[in-house]
């Protein structure tokens, strides 16, 4: 058998496609890492090829006939007089009763997931040590049972929410000082969430001791860094600390049941005030590698990385660092490992949307030792997870959202929409040789927006900035920098003819407009006018509503740009009271009433 053949026969893509049609070649030495990481040397190769073919009876919730409209947003971006410098699940509960009372049927978030508290400089939610568990930086700590001020610094506090970017440092020794404040008042752990965490709950508990032993002894937060002996979870030395630090364990349960209790609260409230949907939850499409969720597993890959091949938006390719679950083990358990992390993710939220959807079918993997532009394709047990996320979807009454961007291979739509996952559908991305798609040609079953966390702004995109970015940061050269600053005059064009054409400006008001920014009046036609698609469900960006100018993100940088830190410039309670607020709320409850 030839190295790729046998590559195929664990479901490692020997050629595999990019956007536009073209083939490109795996180098063999990405093969051969990718088998040995697969265990091809001591595991049987798959017993059936995955199809893409939606799986008989595969079908998830969808939320009635109606066309709602919802806010999605940052958590952490929120601003207010009580928090502590980040934004918490009180700001929210806050936000959710003026978007119920605009006529909002959701909000949707970033991930949640669980991150690394003993270094939260690590603060991407994409890139997270757990999802199945909660990051404890989102706690109202005010709301704690057993809470006093006097824990509290008012002073930095103050300085806290005053400061332009989120200082995760800090906001995480003020909190975890709090908290710990509390706890040792004897907070108690309920013995049915003990239960129910199980050993994945104790296991996350004490990596956080772990890892905050470790790095007070110099070393990083991530089990991959620290000396040998610490790295086994079965290890001595890591049993002889928890002996030592029970109660540090407890600790670190408790916050996690902190964090079902005040999300479970603010999911319950959401519903209370009417909203359709309520909390509508995003799901990483993968863990960090030295996290809690890899350390010990014998599912989890943390010598491979996901990643995405070179595209319009970087030439080089991208690697997220993320850890995928091994699709040997994934097929040889139907899938487990994923039924019970989308199990627990859809209990918590009436929408989940699965962050790069495509992996349901595929992941873009790089081995040791490759870079993003030597990676391949990787197979999973695609009807195996479409009917877990099928039966969990129903019986928690989950509508399922999938982030379809990309690389999409011909045919994942037709699978999505036969097992009624929606689409995922970016005004910016529906285009073709005669301009932007007609907002009524969207397909029903998807969700509808003008952007979304790794894009600009609606400003920003209208100015060109996030050419500017990917210019300035390398990921494209100047040729392509060239190319697309005339494409977008194409395109701001194209848009101000649709805008007159649908009536929602007039001629001589696009004839005022220049690409130097983008009036209120225009954020507010043109976010009217794509959420007149059929599309079931339509997302506004808080930072629209915001007027904001700046991206929460910039895919493929690290330091150079403040990636998930950037807070709205305006409070929550002076946000909810601006024209554009009112405005771009009113016009999408008149287009989509509840």
């Known amino acids: 058998m030839t190295l790729r053949d046998r590559a195929r026969a664990y479901g490692i893509q020997p050629q595999y496609d990019l956007v536009g049609g073209a083939q490109r070649d795996a180098p063999d030495d990405t093969l051969r890492g990718l088998l040995q990481a697969f265990g091809a040397d001591r595991l049987p190769p798959l017993a059936d090829e995955p199809q893409l073919v939606a799986p008989p009876g595969a079908q998830c919730h969808v939320p009635g006939q109606g066309r709602h409209w919802g806010i999605a947003l940052q958590l952490y971006q929120l601003r207010s007089a009580r928090n502590w410098g980040i934004g918490d699940f009180a700001d929210l509960q806050v936000l959710a009763g003026h978007a119920a009372q605009a006529g909002a049927a959701f909000l949707g978030l970033n991930p949640l997931h669980a991150m690394f508290l003993a270094d939260p400089s690590r603060c991407s939610p994409f890139s997270p040590s757990n999802r199945r568990f909660l990051n404890p930086l989102y706690l109202a700590v005010d709301a704690v049972p057993g ?19 989120v200082d995760y440092p800090a906001v995480a020794a003020a909190k975890l000082s709090a908290l710990r404040a509390i706890w040792a008042k004897g907070a108690t752990l309920p ?13 996350h508990a004490l990596f956080e001791v772990v890892s905050a032993e470790m790095v007070a002894q110099g070393h990083g937060a991530g089990w991959l860094s620290w000396p040998a002996p610490w790295q086994a979870v079965d290890g001595e030395a890591v049993r002889t600390l928890a002996d030592k630090r029970s109660d540090d364990i407890a600790f670190h349960m408790w916050l996690q049941y902190l964090c079902q209790t005040q999300l479970r609260a603010l999911r319950d409230g959401c519903q209370s005030l009417g909203m359709a949907i309520g909390l509508y939850l995003d799901f990483a499409v993968g863990e960090a590698a030295d996290g809690s969720g890899s350390w010990g597993s014998d599912i989890v890959l943390p010598d491979v990385r996901i990643g995405a091949p070179p595209d319009y938006f970087n030439e080089q390719g991208q690697d997220w660092g993320l850890a995928p679950l091994s699709p040997v083990a994934m097929a040889a358990t139907r899938a487990a490992p994923f039924r019970e992390l989308i199990g627990r993710a859809t209990r918590q939220a009436g929408a989940l949307r699965i962050d790069h959807a495509m992996g349901l079918w595929q992941l873009f993997l790089m081995p040791q030792g490759a870079g993003a532009a030597d990676g391949t394709y990787a197979r999973y047990p695609l009807a195996d997870m479409l009917t877990a996320l099928a039966e969990a979807s129903r019986q928690n009454a989950t509508t399922i959202i999938g982030e379809d961007l990309g690389n999409v291979p011909p045919g994942f739509r037709d699978v999505m929409e036969a097992c009624r996952i929606l689409s995922y559908r970016i005004f910016f991305f529906e285009r073709d040789a005669q301009g932007f798609i007609p907002p009524e040609n969207y397909p029903r079953e998807a ?18 900035d996030d050419v500017a970015l990917r210019e300035r940061f390398g990921f494209i050269g100047q040729a392509a920098a060239d190319e697309q600053r005339s494409s977008r005059a194409a395109e701001r064009a194209d848009l101000l003819g649709d805008l007159v054409a649908a009536g929602l400006i007039t001629a001589d008001t696009a004839g005022t407009i220049g690409p130097d920014d983008a009036p209120a009046a225009l954020t507010v036609a043109v976010h009217k006018h794509l959420s007149r698609a059929p599309s079931r469900l339509f997302a506004v960006r808080l930072e629209d509503m915001a007027a904001e100018l700046s991206p929460v993100n910039v895919p493929s940088t690290v330091d150079e740009y403040p990636n998930w830190r950037r807070k709205l410039t305006v409070p929550l309670d002076t946000l909810v009271e601006t024209p554009l607020f009112r405005d771009l709320a009113a016009a999408l409850a008149a287009e989509r009433p509840a």
């Not at 003990?194 to 994945?200: I, R, S």
């Not at 894009?455 to 920003?460: A, D, I, S, W």
């Open 147 to 165: 809470f006093d001020p006097a824990m509290a610094d008012a002073a930095l506090l103050r300085d806290l929410r005053a400061a332009p970017l």
């Open 191 to 203: 013995k049915a969430f003990l239960a129910e965490g199980g050993e994945d709950l104790h296991r």
């Open 447 to 464: 969700l509808a927006c003008l952007s979304t966390h790794d894009l600009p702004t609606f400003r920003g995109w209208w100015r060109g």
